[in-house]
């Protein structure tokens, strides 16, 4: 598939799991991708060179995405390798779970500013181009517990619906330069940091999901390719919950 040949994406949180899904599948689809990390370099390197096997080019850059100035090095950078952007996905997240009587000030301000912070100065840095060429999209990952809310995570709940309002305010606010804005919700989704749930734990989740079994990573990835393509040009400000009708 090439529909994406030509444009240029950058997906935060790139190195593993659901960000490197999202990688991969833009550059199945055509896109070339920077691929954003904090850390060790050897994950998202290893990104890179399964974009290249796929056809496409691909450069992964270090960044804190909750620093502004890192922000800033990181769209620069991202410039100075394509020459433009097309497509942001604001992907970068973290979970400090706690019920509300133990939580931490410094988890709940962590989890609100990896996970809300990072997109909203992302988005601001990407507009920029985007505006200029009267294209663009951005997709961001909020999650069912932004829709429903969820116990115990008072913090990351309250960060992803705030991506959701993030989501609706900017989509209104960039309509009229052809960008659009939306997001995807997952629910459970197997991944390397969840497969490994104890079964009663996950033999207690099954029930409330109609479909009976979580998402997988590439079924999350073809719900924000979507998004990011010509084909969804009309659809903005929407919120795509793949969570196998749990929300429901």
């Not at 833009?26 to 890179?48: F, H, M, S, W």
Request: aromatic fraction near 4%; charge should be neutral.
């Amino acid at each position: 598939m090439t529909q994406m040949a030509g444009r240029v994406a950058l997906v935060t949180g790139a190195s593993r799991g659901i960000g490197r899904g999202i990688a991969l599948e833009l550059a199945r689809r055509g896109a070339k991708v920077v691929v954003n990390y904090i850390g060790d370099p050897t994950q998202a390197n290893e990104v890179v060179s399964a974009v290249q096997a796929l056809g496409s080019e691909a450069v992964a850059i270090a960044a804190d995405v909750t620093s502004e100035d890192e922000v800033t090095a990181l769209f620069k950078g991202a410039l100075d390798a394509f020459g433009t952007l097309d497509i942001l996905v604001n992907n970068a997240g973290i979970t400090r779970d706690n019920v509300i009587m133990m939580m931490k000030a410094e988890d709940f301000d962590a989890v609100i500013n990896t996970n809300l912070r990072s997109a909203w100065l992302c988005s601001r840095a990407a507009v920029r181009t985007m505006m200029r060429k009267r294209y663009g999209r951005i997709v961001n990952i909020s999650s069912i517990s932004g829709m429903h809310g969820q116990g115990g995570q008072t913090n990351y709940s309250a960060s992803k619906a705030g991506l959701i309002g993030l989501t609706k305010a900017l989509a209104k606010e960039v309509g009229p330069r052809n960008i659009t804005v939306n997001a995807v919700a997952p629910g459970f989704v197997l991944t390397d940091l969840t497969k490994d749930l104890p079964k009663e734990l996950t033999d207690q989740m099954m029930p409330l999901i109609p479909l009976g079994r979580w998402a997988t990573i590439e079924e999350i990835a073809y719900a924000v390719a979507f998004f990011a393509s010509d084909d969804a040009a009309c659809i903005t400000g929407q919120v795509l919950a793949v969570d196998g009708g749990m929300g429901m």
